[in-house]
Nanobody
């Protein structure tokens, strides 16, 4: 059974940091790029960041560039999202996904597997 399990979300003050994790199982992790998307209440799901199968290429949305770092550990089948200088507008449910576009992808339709999401709330 394919599983993607996010963790690390929570409630933080603006300006603080969080690190999200996504643990994968049931598929060939290193044969997929990985990405993070988020969805705020009343808004469409939006792309945050992606990383290639080998970790050599990354993509960032303009809204988070400079504040966020994506990384992966293929030995642990885990992808991470380090978020710094958080803003109230970062409040959303964050989802981890896997794509067969191995160089990384920013389109939701290119992702094959999804996790259940983890909630991030930033208070101002």
């Amino acid at each position: 059974q394919v599983r993607l399990v996010e963790s690390g979300g929570g409630l933080v003050q603006a300006g603080q940091s969080l690190r999200l994790s996504c643990a994968a199982s049931g598929f060939m992790f290193r044969s997929h790029s990985m990405g993070w998307f988020r969805q705020a209440p009343g808004k469409e799901r939006e792309f945050v960041s992606a990383i290639s199968w080998n970790g050599e290429s990354t993509i960032y949305a303009d809204s988070v560039r400079g504040r966020v770092t994506i990384s992966r550990d293929n030995a642990k089948n885990t992808v991470y999202l380090q978020m710094n200088k958080l803003k109230a507008t970062d409040t959303a449910v964050y989802y981890c996904g896997a794509s067969t576009v191995i160089v990384g992808a920013s389109l939701e339709s290119l992702y094959k597997y999804w996790g259940q999401g983890t909630q991030v709330a930033v208070s101002s």
